[in-house]
């Protein structure tokens, strides 16, 4: 069965500190793997998308790491701000289901960034 | 700005009463989906349309429907018929190829049954 598991289901941490969020997949055919940021009540938008030979992509702060030979992977939030307090969710796409694709959604790590 | 717009931001709904929340694009996208979001859980697909005139049920649709006229807008109504309807409504779009293609999401309708 298709799966995206994310953990922690929850963080706090004391701004300027980083943090690191896990995502496990198990998804075949893997496509690509996407991070989302998620502010309460609005919608998602997005961090990075890595395909099957990226293994690190970075927007900003925000550091994305794929190991497609164990489906782990992991965003590294570097000097975190209080604006970086958000649902932080791990997508996973699947090359299977026509053009449409397979995205298959974890239900997220809710970061809270503290002063 | 190019992007993607819901409305309302917020609905409150009586039981045994239809809805419809708009979702309209400019980003020329031809792919555009309707998104469920529940507390601790991940997004589910409800419907998504790859062209005009023409629409696939997604994991959830009992309970839904939705048009497709224009490029531009794919509106979803939530009948009576769904017995749960309390939830955040996502909108997105995308290139035709959502596999490779990024997903770009409104700002989400916050539907609310009384």
């Known amino acids: 069965k298709n799966q995206v598991e994310q953990s922690p289901q929850s963080l706090i941490i004391l701004e300027g500190k980083n943090c690191t969020l896990q995502c496990n997949y198990t998804v075949s055919p893997f496509s690509n793997l996407r991070w989302y940021k998620q502010d309460t009540g609005r919608g998602p938008v997005s961090l990075t998308i890595m395909t099957f030979s990226e293994n690190t992509k970075s927007n900003g702060r925000y550091t994305a790491t794929l190991d497609a030979d164990t489906k782990q992977s992991s965003l590294h939030i570097t000097a975190s701000q209080l604006s970086d307090s958000a649902s932080y969710i791990c997508v996973v796409s699947a090359n299977y289901g026509g053009s449409q694709g397979n995205l298959i959604f974890g239900k997220g790590t809710k970061l809270s960034v503290k002063p | 700005d190019g992007g993607i717009t819901q409305s309302p931001k917020y609905l409150f709904r009586k039981e045994g009463q239809n809805v419809t929340l708009s979702c309209e694009q400019n980003l020329n996208h031809d792919a555009m989906y309707w998104y469920r979001q529940d507390p601790g859980q991940g997004l589910r697909l409800i419907y998504y349309s790859q062209i005009v005139n023409d629409f696939q049920k997604g994991d959830i649709a009992e309970g839904y429907s939705v048009s497709r006229e224009k490029k531009e807008s794919f509106p979803l109504t939530v009948t009576s018929a769904q017995k749960n309807p309390t939830a955040f409504y996502l909108c997105?779009?995308?290139?035709?190829?959502?596999?490779?293609?990024?997903?770009?999401f409104g700002e989400g309708s916050r539907l609310t049954v009384l």
């Open positions: 997105a779009s995308s290139i035709l190829d959502a596999r490779t293609g990024e997903l770009f």
